[in-house]
């Protein structure tokens, strides 16, 4: 089993900036893949980034790319969002996800992750 806890959400305005963590614990060992999606009220939740644990391939939605950045600390066995020129569109609970099976995966599909935290509020002011 794995664990992951999330922080660093908030209340920021149109144009600021957050920092999200993921603090993953228990069988990291396995883990292939960390990502962020978010699900905003009423909507279905949707793939924002991810990073693969060994090289740290990186995979961004076209809605944030050039904005967020995900990044990873193996020794911590910690994933980042930094989050960027933030939108009111942006606002939604952000989740992390983690994948332990083969490192070939669907980097968007909800399905393919095997662990997931409980998420952190995100609400951008316009």
């Known amino acids: 089993q794995v664990q992951l806890v999330e922080s660093g959400g908030g209340l920021v305005q149109a144009g600021g900036s957050l920092r999200l963590s993921c603090a993953a614990s228990?069988?990291?060992?396995?883990?292939?893949?960390m990502a962020w999606f978010r699900q905003a009220p009423g909507k279905e939740r949707e793939f924002v980034a991810a990073?693969?644990?060994?090289?740290?391939?990186?995979f961004y939605a076209d809605s944030v790319k050039g904005r967020f950045t995900i990044s990873r600390d193996n020794a911590k066995n910690t994933v980042y969002l930094q989050m960027n020129s933030l939108k009111p569109e942006d606002t939604a609970v952000y989740y992390c996800?983690?994948?332990?099976?083969?490192?070939?995966?669907?980097?968007?599909?909800?399905?393919?992750?095997?662990?997931w935290g409980q998420g952190t509020q995100v609400t951008v002011s316009s």
């Open positions: 228990g069988r990291t060992f396995s883990t292939q893949a």
């Open positions: 996800a983690a994948r332990q099976r083969a490192p070939a995966w669907v980097v968007g599909a909800i399905s393919e992750y095997d662990y």
């Open positions: 990073i693969r644990w060994t090289g740290g391939s990186t």
